[in-house]
């Protein structure tokens, strides 16, 4: 399906990369919306959560602006499309340790933790490959094996079932879930839209992602 017969909806939590990840969709040719609070039912191919900031800060949001039980709904339709993008990607497990527990959207079981400070890794910003995990090396995936994309977190993903990682990447010893997938929700640690040409391909293909 091309892009510009698809539709992309943001959701805006006030607080992050909303104008970058906006901006990226429209120049690939996506019609791309940012939903707005008082819509009573989300409805797109595809609805991004993006996000720059704390997991706690990002839950409140959701539930101050009424995305939750949309997110929700949505969700439970049979095209539905969700990504998730670094903040985004992690709150869409069931719980998250950045200052205090707070629970998440649960759509993919796991939690998220911070960098061991024994790594003397607080945060890990730049460039990081991403692995794509062996069994779906012969994927649409394959493509991004062992490429570069931008990262910017100090917490990351540890899911409950391997099943789930399609991805991982390391840094400083350690090894963290880059990308995830469970049903037609999908979420990357990365930054695609600050990832250059790769980023960019990731995002011009998204669609191909959906089960």
Not at 30 to 54: E, S
Not at 121 to 128: D, F, M, V, Y
Not at 158 to 173: G, M, Q, T, V
Not at 187 to 207: A, C, I, N, V
Request: aromatic share 16%; charged share 25%; proline share 2%.
């Amino acid at each position: 399906m091309r892009n510009n017969l698809l539709t992309v909806g943001i959701i805006d939590l006030k607080f992050n990369n909303l104008f970058s990840i906006y901006k990226a969709f429209v120049n690939l040719g996506y019609k791309t919306y940012v939903i707005p609070q008082k819509q009573k039912k989300i409805n797109y191919d595809i609805v991004v959560i993006p996000g720059v900031g704390a997991f706690r800060s990002g839950m409140q949001a959701i539930e101050k602006y009424n995305y939750k039980d949309k997110l929700l709904d949505y969700s439970e339709k049979k095209d539905s499309f969700i990504y998730g993008i670094c903040l985004g990607m992690q709150l869409l497990f069931e719980k998250s340790y950045e200052f205090g527990c707070t629970d998440g959207l649960g759509f993919i079981k796991g939690k998220v933790i911070k960098f061991n400070k024994n790594l003397k890794l607080k945060t890990n910003i730049g460039w990081s490959k991403i692995y794509i995990s062996s069994s779906n090396l012969n994927s649409k995936f394959k493509k991004y094996d062992d490429h570069y994309f931008y990262f910017v977190h100090s917490y990351y993903a540890e899911p409950s079932e391997k099943k789930d990682i399609l991805a991982l990447s390391k840094n400083e010893r350690i090894k963290f879930t880059s990308i995830v997938q469970k049903n037609n929700i999908l979420g990357s640690q990365f930054h695609p839209e600050k990832s250059g040409k790769m980023g960019l391909d990731f995002l011009d293909t998204l669609y191909r992602f959906k089960d």
